[in-house]
């Protein structure tokens, strides 16, 4: 037999004591690789897809009895038991203008009542309380929003078209985005700040239910899935938001505590606006004072009813919704500055923002 066949038998040896022997993987050549190479670990080994399917189960046994469906007169929504005294938060959007619930756990086919304690739509929030603690009702763990970053493996839990106790898997697609819902189909027409961004599918019915991650922690409320207006105004496949488990925590602590929300952190001008378009190009151009609150924070820079706000410290406004968003990522008490229009002249004045 020549050099080179044996060179071949050699070859083909190795590769197939290499195939034999998974705990040293492979390279691309057919030699063994080295023991601590991670990327050939993670593509031979069966552990690493058995270890995260166990994590996956780990987390659901965790948390899934902590998350509720609420029937709210003929709709249907998600929860999460937020203590042990029966309190559970949701959506204000969930609630609606309800004021007693039907609830069903995880862990039971029999609906509990419930009864509203309070919703503060502006921030699309509520908690309701359960008539009767039932035995061994679990609540959720609340992670800190502080902590999420990008790419972080997260679970939906709810119960999406009424498909109760259904769970679904994505990442934190991003953080911090300030997103404005619609005040139609239920919606509250809030502007939410420092919301999740997740790939994970949410779908009419997982508003109310809970964003968990591999800690088994929620770390937000799934509350709205991006509208895509190239299909008709259908949800956006893989995009949707979740309010931020800090923001659930200071909301409902408040409620909880004293029945309503009595700090509630959002930045506000003191006024009721309305949009206003350009006359020679029909784009929104401003949002016009239709009143102004006496004491309120504009009322103090001295803006009055028929002027026009075109930006609000470093960003634009030319829509309700765009000042929605500005005052959202501002704060109580800050100091800035508003520039508006008053009988076709261009003013700017320093203001001190007020609270909602």
């Known amino acids: 037999m020549d050099a080179s066949r044996i060179r071949a038998l050699r070859r083909l040896c190795a590769a197939l004591l290499c195939c034999l022997t998974l705990a040293g993987g492979c390279t691309d050549s057919g030699t063994p690789a080295k023991k601590d190479s991670p990327a050939i670990a993670r593509t031979t080994s069966p552990k690493a897809g058995d270890e995260l399917e166990s994590e996956y189960q780990r987390v659901i046994r965790n948390v899934l009895p902590s998350v509720v469906q609420i029937r709210a007169g003929n709709a249907l929504g998600s929860g999460v038991v937020y203590d ?31 009864r509203l304690v309070s919703s503060y739509p502006e921030q699309d929030l509520a908690v309701v309380k359960l008539d009767e603690v039932p035995n061994g009702l679990k609540a959720a763990v609340f992670g800190d929003s502080a902590k999420v970053e990008v790419g972080r493996i997260v679970l939906a839990m709810g119960s999406p078209l009424g498909l109760s106790s259904s769970v679904t898997q994505g990442i934190v697609s991003a953080t911090g985005r300030t997103v404005s819902e619609g005040n139609t189909g239920g919606g509250t027409g809030a502007t939410i700040a420092n919301m999740v961004q997740t790939s994970a599918a949410i779908n009419p019915g997982n508003s109310g239910g809970a964003l968990v991650d591999l800690d088994a922690q929620v770390i937000g409320i799934p509350t709205l899935a991006a509208i895509d207006p190239g299909l008709g105004g259908s949800a956006a496949s893989g995009i949707g938001f979740a309010i931020p488990a800090s923001t659930v925590k200071t909301i409902a602590d408040q409620i909880i505590s004293s029945g309503k929300v009595t700090d509630s952190g959002r930045a506000a001008l003191g006024i009721t606006g309305r949009t206003v378009v350009n006359s020679s190009t029909y784009q929104p151009a401003g949002v016009a004072v239709v009143d102004v609150k006496k004491g309120g924070a504009a009322d103090k820079a001295g803006l009055r009813i028929g002027d026009i706000i075109i930006r609000l410290g470093d960003t634009d406004v030319t829509t309700l919704t765009s000042l929605a968003e500005a ?15 008053r009988s076709g002249s261009r003013k700017t004045v320093g203001i001190t923002l007020g609270e909602q």
């Open 84 to 114: 042990g005294k029966g309190h559970i938060v949701t959506n204000a959007h969930v609630v609606g203008g309800e004021k007693t619930f039907q609830v069903t756990t995880a862990n039971s086919e029999n609906a509990l009542t419930a």
């Open 327 to 341: 005052l959202a990522n501002a704060r109580p008490g800050q100091r800035t500055t508003v520039m508006f229009l």
